[in-house]
């Protein structure tokens, strides 16, 4: 089982990023996917959900009209598209999947992790 997050980067603030997260080793159309980040100091926090299907979509607060998150079942993938970003939205992104998906903004929820992606948002 594996959850690989790529995508991070340096980007000036406004700037927009795009992170992937490749999924291989479980069925990946039966779980939900997170992204959530942890900024340096803080705990980790959630940002965005999907369902297994798509249907539905949920974000944190800060990151409502910014960030959208999206999945492709065909390709085991699922994308994290941030714009308008803000030195506030500088940390490690992970993605995670969740075979319940009930609390999706627990991250004690999720089965499976990936190792991150380093977002830096600075001019």
């Known amino acids: 089982v594996q959850l690989q997050a790529s995508g991070g980067g340096l980007v000036q603030p406004g700037g927009s990023l795009r992170l992937s997260c490749a999924a291989s080793?479980?069925?990946?159309?039966?779980?939900?996917v997170g992204w959530f980040r942890q900024a340096p100091g803080k705990e980790r926090e959630f940002v965005a959900a999907?369902?297994?299907?798509?249907?539905?979509?949920y974000y944190t607060d800060s990151v409502k009209g910014r960030f959208t998150i999206s999945r492709d079942n065909a390709k085991n993938m699922a994308y994290l598209q941030m714009n308008s970003l803000k030195p506030e939205d500088t940390a490690i992104y992970y993605c995670?999947?969740?075979?319940?998906?009930?609390?999706?903004?627990?991250?004690?929820?999720?089965?499976?992790w990936g190792q991150g992606t380093q977002v830096t948002v600075s001019s």
């Open positions: 080793g479980f069925v990946f159309s039966g779980y939900g």
């Open positions: 999907i369902t297994w299907r798509s249907e539905a979509t």
């Open positions: 995670a999947a969740d075979r319940v998906f009930g609390d999706y903004d627990l991250e004690e929820e999720y089965d499976y």
